[in-house]
T-cell receptor, first 115, second 116 residues
Framework: GAGVSQSPSNKVTEKGKDVELRCDPI?????LYWYRQSLGQGLEFLIYFQGNSAPDKSGLPSDRFSAERTGGSVSTLTIQRTQQEDSAVYLC?????????????FGSGTRLTVV | DQQVKQNSPSLSVQEGRISILNCDYT??????FLWYKKYPAEGPTFLISISSIKDKNEDGRFTVFLNKSAKHLSLHIVPSQPGDSAVYFCAARPPRSGGSNYKLTFGKGTLLTVNP
């Protein structure tokens, strides 16, 4: 596609429920990233996928968070047993491998609200 | 520990004047710095970057200055326009040799308002 697409754009869920957030990167981009922005905070790295390599999951805040990337394209971020502190904007980005000097292309994000 | 700091949460300037957005960092290993611009309900978009081996990079109305000894960078917008009103994030990248050079560390952002 022309840009990074994320769905849903907004999600309100009850505490304790599971949620799935989807990211469709730019076609041909081998690198995919998930970040989140909590209220009043900067963007926080969550996870990175690059081609067929093992993902870097070092930013996932707890074992309730997981992510997968199927077929080297679409990625899903899953949060189990959501808590109120999970409320944030979850941003997905993609890039061509090797374009470290030009940054990523971000999607518009999913605003998650846990009530 | 916040490695990239944007100490001004907001800045207001008049149209046509200069906007100066500041960013400080603590990790001397960062070797590349980027500025992103974010409008409400949109993702951040890349604006301009600078390598740590340079002290200035200019692109049209936007110039980024880097002072390595002070671990400080700034983004200058001249002249400022109402359409520049957005949140500006400073970000830093570790060196390629570090193994996780793809990770960007972001500041909390500065909301710039350009008044007509």
């Amino acid at each position: 596609g022309a840009g990074v697409s994320q769905s849903p754009s907004n999600k309100v869920t009850e505490k304790g429920k599971d949620v799935e957030l989807r990211c469709d990167p730019i076609s041909g981009h081998t690198a995919l990233y998930w970040y989140r922005q909590s209220l009043g905070q900067g963007l926080e790295f969550l996870i990175y996928f690059q081609g067929n390599s093992a993902p870097d999951k070092s930013g996932l805040p707890s074992d309730r968070f997981s992510a997968e990337r199927t077929g080297g394209s679409v990625s899903t971020l899953t949060i189990q047993r959501t808590q109120q502190e999970d409320s944030a904007v979850y941003l997905c980005a993609s890039s061509l491998a090797g374009t470290r000097n030009y940054g990523y292309t971000f999607g518009s994000g999913t605003r998650l609200t846990v009530v | 520990d916040q490695q990239v700091k944007q100490n001004s949460p907001s800045l207001s300037v008049q149209e046509g004047r200069i906007s100066i957005l500041n960013c400080d960092y603590t990790n001397s290993m960062f070797d590349y710095f980027l500025w992103y611009k974010k409008y409400p309900a949109e993702g951040p978009t890349f604006l301009i970057s600078i390598s740590s081996i340079k002290d200035k990079n200019e692109d049209g109305r936007f110039t980024v200055f880097l002072n390595k000894s002070a671990k400080h960078l700034s983004l200058h917008i001249v002249p400022s326009q109402p359409g520049d009103s957005a949140v500006y994030f400073c970000a830093a990248r570790p060196p390629r040799s570090g193994g996780s050079n793809y990770k960007l560390t972001f500041g909390k952002g500065t909301l710039l308002t350009v008044n007509p």
